[in-house]
Every structure is written in C-alpha cells, then in structure tokens.
C-alpha cells in the first residue's frame, strides 16, 4: 500500500520561505510503466482547489500563474520525494497544500496535506 506523506507546512511571515516535502515509497518498476506525474495543489480557506505546480516522469514542470517566479518543483527520484520551495510567499499562499501523484494508466495517490500560512 503506498503512502503519501507531505511536510513541511508552516506558519511564516509574508515574504517568508518554506519548503513542502512530498515523499512516496513507490516501486521503482511501477513508476517506471506508471509514467507518474507529481502535482502539488491547494485550498485557501473557503475556496476550492487549485493546482499550484507539477512535475512529469520526463522532468518537465509547469505552475499556476499565481506562482511562477517564487515557487520551485523539484525531484529527488532516489528518494521518491517531490519538492516545493516557495519564496516570496505571500498572504494569498494561505491554504492547505496537498500532494498528488497521478497518471493515466495507474491508480493515482493522494496525501492529507500540510497547512501553509503566511501572516501579514
């Protein structure tokens, strides 16, 4: 059974940084045939969800315009963990972050999430 286990959530001030951790004990085999692609999304207080940034099995990665130029997605696939730095947060950034790793021929996995709050 996978998990998926995200951290690094916060409370900071605005123009603060924090970096989430996304971590996944998936078999090497099955990420492979899987192709899985690594997304971040998030839900303000109130609101509904939104995609904030993502990584595919090539490497390529795309964020929302909300983000670009303060938000980073990286990739450690030794440690089957996904990265997001954000920079510059802003009190806007406020939400609950949540992982997950999707595909078009797999089940996806999805974490809990972990709570980013940026004060003013």
């Known amino acids: 059974q996978v998990q998926v286990v995200e951290s690094g959530g916060g409370s900071v001030q605005a123009g603060g940084s924090l970096r989430l951790s996304c971590a996944a004990s998936?078999?090497?085999?099955?990420?492979?045939?899987?192709?899985?692609?690594w997304n971040w999304y998030r839900q303000p207080p109130e609101k509904g969800r939104e995609f904030v940034s993502g990584?595919?099995?090539?490497?390529?990665?795309k964020y929302a315009d909300s983000v670009k130029g303060r938000f980073t997605i990286s990739q450690d696939n030794d440690k089957n963990t996904t990265y997001l730095q954000m920079n510059s947060l802003k009190p806007d950034d406020t939400a609950l972050y949540s992982c997950?790793?999707?595909?078009?021929?797999?089940?996806?996995?999805w974490g809990h999430g972990t709570q980013v709050t940026v004060s003013s």
């Open positions: 990584i595919e099995s090539g490497g390529s990665t």
């Open positions: 997950g790793i999707q595909s078009t021929r797999c089940v996806d996995y």
């Open positions: 998936i078999p090497t085999n099955r990420r492979a045939y899987c192709e899985y692609e």
